[in-house]
């Protein structure tokens, strides 16, 4: 599956601290993200609201621990196909912080970097 991920001005990565959630590109915006140190690792991966899924995560201080972050994310409206796209991405990205994901089969998806 062939995933579009977002990014910010002139298409460099968003800064997970700055990105502005209260865009009417967030309003009900269904998908999948990534959290990432830059030069670093995954810090976290995850689904659902978009908008509301990084808010709680910009509260959580196992994520904001590490500095330096970054965000992607692209749209996926059907639930099903987001629950084997995050077990794909946990699976193949083993983030930082979280290590639970959907009990499903893994739906192989597009990493937004040049070396998948």
Same mark, same amino acid.
């Not at 993200?33 to 201080?61: C, F, T």
């Not at 196909?81 to 699976?91: H, T």
């Not at 959907?102 to 597009?110: A, G, S």
């Given at each position: 599956? +062939?995933? !579009?991920? *977002?990014?910010? *001005? #002139?298409?460099?990565?968003?800064?997970?601290?700055?990105?502005? $959630?209260?865009?009417?590109?967030?309003? %009900?915006?269904?998908?999948?993200?990534?959290?990432?140190? %830059?030069?670093?690792?995954?810090? =976290?991966?995850?689904?659902? $609201?978009?908008? +509301? @899924?990084?808010?709680?995560?910009?509260?959580? #201080?196992?994520?904001?621990?590490?500095? +330096? $972050?970054?965000?992607?994310?692209?749209?996926?409206?059907? =639930?099903? !196909? @987001?629950?084997?796209?995050?077990?794909?991405?946990?699976? @193949?990205? =083993?983030?930082?912080?979280?290590?639970?994901?959907? *009990?499903?089969?893994?739906?192989?998806?597009? $990493?937004?970097?040049?070396?998948?």
């Amino acid at each position: 599956m +062939n995933l !579009i991920w *977002n990014t910010c *001005n #002139r298409g460099s990565w968003c800064s997970f601290l700055s990105v502005n $959630l209260d865009h009417s590109h967030f309003n %009900g915006l269904e998908g999948v993200y990534i959290i990432w140190q %830059g030069g670093g690792p995954i810090i =976290k991966v995850g689904q659902g $609201l978009i908008r +509301n @899924r990084l808010s709680a995560h910009r509260e959580d #201080r196992a994520v904001t621990s590490y500095g +330096n $972050l970054f965000v992607t994310w692209a749209a996926i409206p059907s =639930k099903s !196909i @987001r629950d084997g796209v995050e077990r794909f991405l946990g699976d @193949r990205l =083993k983030p930082r912080v979280g290590d639970v994901f959907p *009990n499903v089969v893994p739906i192989e998806v597009n $990493l937004p970097w040049s070396y998948q």
